[in-house]
């Protein structure tokens, strides 16, 4: 198991920037694939970002891809979500999540791992 803490979240305009981070308790961070999930009332969790265990391999939802980037520094055991170019639609609780298994996915139901979340509210 793995204890992760969001943090970064706020209140941002649009067009603006925010980086979220994830830090992860333990040592064994490096041995889980990361990833980023939205979820706003009412509805599904919904994928945002994946990155392996070394960060060689990303995946990225087609609503983000060219805005947010997913990184990780394995040294400091975090892993980090850069959001620019921010919309109103991106306005939603951030969680970042942890899974072993030998590929990146995209489904909530697959990470067993799970922070606390953190409010990203984009607003003029």
């Known amino acids: 198991q793995v204890q992760l803490v969001e943090s970064g979240g706020g209140l941002v305009q649009p067009g603006g920037s925010l980086r979220l981070s994830c830090a992860a308790s333990?040592?064994?961070?490096?041995?889980?694939?990361m990833g980023w999930f939205r979820q706003v009332p009412g509805k599904e969790r919904e994928f945002v970002a994946a990155?392996?265990?070394?960060?060689?391999?990303?995946s990225y939802a087609d609503s983000v891809k060219g805005r947010f980037t997913i990184s990780r520094d394995n040294a400091k055991s975090t892993v980090y979500l850069q959001m620019n170019s921010l919309k109103p639609d991106d306005t939603a609780v951030y969680y970042c999540?942890?899974?072993?298994?030998?590929?990146?996915?995209?489904?909530?139901?697959?990470?067993?791992?799970w922070g606390q979340g953190t409010q990203v509210t984009v607003s003029s």
């Open positions: 990155t392996s265990r070394s960060g060689g391999t990303t």
């Open positions: 333990g040592r064994t961070f490096s041995t889980y694939n």
């Open positions: 999540a942890a899974q072993r298994l030998f590929i990146l996915t995209e489904r909530p139901s697959e990470y067993d791992n």
